[in-house]
């Protein structure tokens, strides 16, 4: 299964409201996982399953979506935000792959 | 709290070997699903091997079958990626990371990740 993230990249300031996209080639239910990739550290999950908040995670972040078409929404950007996110799907278990990346960086 | 520590990373020549090792603390490590992920130098994530809680189920990535073994010793919270006929494109960090879900039967979501080890092929 290929994910497909867009944009490549995004720029954006503090405080605004920011979406991602992610595609998957087929259908793959609500099986949809979000990462957040600071430079030089190792990824965070943010949401799993689609929608659920991983705990400790900010409630500015959200995600929908489902079958093949998948949003991550950051309501109120704030500086620690700018990041690389990652999507990835875990319904064709056991082979797990990512989308390339969207890169926040600051208007 | 969970943390998982990776060691065993360094520079190998193309065609040698390296052993790679995840120690786990703070949670019932022989509960859970445990997975490598790799990031090549400047780019994404690619998933590489995957061991089930009970160490009965392993999985490859394509492009490491035959040539990676995942292994686990859970009486010593340890997991192990034993990597062998090394190409340059296997070059990257090395990420363990467990599953979000205790006894998982379809573990897939990455909770708690390492700090990575790197791994440089070149001769």
């Known amino acids: 299964i290929q994910m497909t993230q867009s944009p490549s990249s995004l720029s954006a300031s503090v405080g605004d409201r920011v979406t991602f996209t992610c595609r998957a080639s087929?259908?793959?239910?609500?099986?949809l996982n979000w990462y957040q990739q600071k430079p030089g550290k190792a990824p965070k999950l943010l949401i799993y399953d689609a929608s659920s908040l991983q705990t400790g995670v900010p409630s500015r972040f959200s995600g929908s979506g489902s079958g093949t078409d998948f949003t991550l929404t950051i309501s109120g950007l704030q500086p620690e935000d700018f990041a690389t996110y990652y999507c990835?799907?875990?319904?064709?278990?056991?082979?797990?792959?990512f989308g390339q990346g969207t890169k926040l960086e600051s208007k | 709290q969970v943390q998982l520590v990776e060691s065993g990373g360094g520079v190998v020549q193309p065609g040698g070997s390296l052993r790679l090792s995840c120690a786990a603390s703070?949670?019932?490590?022989?509960?859970?699903?445990m997975f490598w992920v790799r990031q090549a130098p400047g780019k994404g994530l690619e998933w590489v091997a995957a061991?089930?809680?009970?160490?009965?189920?392993?999985y490859y990535e394509d492009s490491v079958k035959g040539r990676f073994t995942i292994s686990r010793d859970n009486p010593k919270n340890t997991m192990y990626l034993q990597m062998s006929s090394l190409r340059a494109e296997d070059t990257a960090v090395y990420y363990c990371a467990r599953d979000r879900v205790a006894y998982g039967d379809s573990p897939g979501i990455f909770e708690n990740w390492g700090q990575g080890t790197l791994v440089t092929v070149s001769s």
């Open positions: 990835q799907q875990s319904y064709s278990t056991p082979w797990y792959t």
């Open positions: 087929q259908s793959i239910d609500s099986y």
């Open positions: 061991i089930w809680y009970h160490g009965n189920n392993i």
């Open positions: 703070g949670f019932t490590f022989s509960h859970y699903g």
